[in-house]
């Protein structure tokens, strides 16, 4: 059955819902990949597919266009498999159930796939259509963009030779995006001697915190729940209790800002500290909470006694306090040329304490490269300093403001005249597979852009039904006027 049926454009729709018949999770894009081959084969379309299942895509000229430069359009064959609690969803083989609902498309209990299924659709739409009019294009289909940009990181872009990149991997109709962050990974790690104590041992536990998405939600001034442990250790020093710290950690993924952390602190058997401690600890909290009322409303603090363990020595504390209080945190620098825009920043995620070392993961980020660099180099000398080691991993490249882009000009101007609206231009301070494909091809022009999604990676994802047609005869618009 075709629910999708009767809606415009008819060959986007149709792409798409059959796209939703087949599974294409993260990592499970075997046979979306197949799909996409068997619809080049049978328009006698040339392709390469790669070992990772990605795919490049090619077609000729329209008559007339000849001499235009080349044009990629780009988007991802994952989506995000996300279902209600209660769903018996099985996404390893079920289709997905489409619905329509008045100006927009959904999935019964289950993500929709709109990310990105609809730039899949677009593109297959666009290549298979001989009536449009467009210089030669080189469509390209990435796999597993969603799990840390996979598919683009071992995609082969040599055979291509586009001087314009239209990414179809956005979420908000008339924004289009023209810069996106690159990062990086570094661990720091400390060197820390262990030592038994005869003592009251307290677990104190942060937790309810916020957290959000290390880089999207930067600049929202939420609370880390692994740094507010750090200042609640200098201040109950501060506040006259003396303890000495065993544990120090918290934190699942070093891109998540840290919800909650827990530390188990001694103090000396029997003393007045024992007394204290609890009380001080809620005192001091109270007063953070009252600097994170809006953003961290219902953070929590709690004190129990524990079970002894051994505790750190002196130097080893001090060292890991001075590294809890010194490391930079969030927002770095404001963009430049997009107001508003994050441009660097860094996210403490994860923090363990092992037998004889310390460490922190860290998220860093930068839509200007050589920022992201230089705040690497910051942290390593501090840890360096302390006697302790840094090491990154996992980097990658951002995609820079280009402040001459012909396409970004010729989008906005194009947009203006069919929707007598202005078209916002921004960045984003997250990663997107542009910030790789532009180091892969520099010097290439790219926007992103993309028809309105709701609560995309979540059962409730929505598409829009008239903003993914306008979008397209926008897209198609565009082609049709790039000439030079
Ligand atoms: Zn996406």
Avoid at 139 to 153: H, P, Q, R, S
Avoid at 253 to 259: E, G, L, Q, Y
Avoid at 348 to 363: A, H
Avoid at 452 to 472: A, F, N, Q, V, W
Wanted: hydrophobic share 40%.
């Amino acid at each position: 059955m075709n629910r999708l049926a009767g809606l415009e454009p008819a060959q986007v729709f149709t792409y798409f819902e059959e796209i939703s018949r087949i599974p294409h999770g993260s990592g499970d894009t075997e046979r979306i990949s197949s799909y996409v081959e068997s619809v080049l084969k049978a328009n006698h379309l040339r392709y390469v597919r790669d070992e990772a299942n990605n795919i490049i895509a090619w077609k000729d000229a329209a008559a007339g266009y000849e001499n235009a430069p080349v044009v990629m359009l780009q988007g991802h064959l994952d989506m995000v498999n996300e279902k209600t609690t209660q769903s018996t969803h099985d996404f390893s083989r079920d289709p997905l159930e489409l619905f329509v609902d008045g100006d927009e498309i959904g999935a019964k209990d289950t993500t929709l796939g709109g990310d990105d299924g609809i730039a899949v659709a677009y593109m297959l739409a666009i290549l298979t259509d001989p009536s449009l009019a467009h210089p030669a294009l080189e469509c390209v289909f990435t796999v597993d963009e969603e799990i840390g940009l996979l598919g683009a990181n071992v995609l082969d872009l040599s055979s291509c030779q586009a001087k314009y990149l239209i990414n179809l991997d956005s979420e908000d109709e008339g924004i289009f995006l023209c810069g996106c962050a690159g990062g990086i990974r570094e661990d720091l790690m400390l060197p820390i001697r262990k030592e038994e104590m005869e003592a009251d041992f307290w677990k104190i536990t942060i937790d309810n915190c916020h957290g959000g998405h290390s880089g999207m939600d930067i600049g929202k001034g939420r609370c880390n729940a692994l740094l507010m442990a750090g200042r609640l250790l200098f201040d109950l020093e501060e506040s006259g209790i003396s303890y000495r710290l065993a544990v120090c950690e918290g934190g699942q993924k070093d891109n998540a800002i840290p919800r909650s952390s827990m530390l188990i602190v001694a103090t000396e058997k029997d003393s007045e500290d024992s007394t204290l401690i609890a009380d001080n600890v809620r005192y001091l909290f109270d007063g953070y909470k009252k600097e994170y009322l809006v953003s961290d409303p219902d953070m929590t603090v709690t004190v129990e006694e524990t079970d002894a363990v051994p505790v750190m020595d002196l130097v080893s504390q001090i060292k890991v306090l001075f590294l809890l209080r010194m490391l930079p945190a969030g927002v770095q620098a404001m963009s430049q040329n997009i107001p508003g825009l994050v441009e660097t920043s860094l996210n403490t995620g994860i923090m363990k304490t092992n037998e004889d070392c310390f460490t922190v993961s860290q998220s860093i980020r930068s839509n200007v490269n050589a920022r992201k660099y230089e705040l690497v180099n910051k942290l390593a000398f501090l840890v360096e300093y302390l006697g302790g080691e840094a090491g990154t991993r996992g980097d990658y490249p951002g995609w820079e403001f280009n402040p001459d882009s012909t396409l970004r000009v010729l989008m906005a101007e194009t947009w203006k005249e069919m929707t007598g609206k202005d078209a916002a231009i921004e960045a984003i301070h997250a990663g997107l597979e542009c910030g790789i494909i532009s180091e892969k091809m520099p010097g290439i022009d790219i926007v992103s852009m993309g028809p309105d999604m709701k609560d995309i990676h979540t059962p409730t994802e929505r598409l829009g039904i008239s903003s993914t047609r306008r979008c397209y005869e926008f897209l198609l618009e565009v082609l049709k006027r790039i000439q030079n």
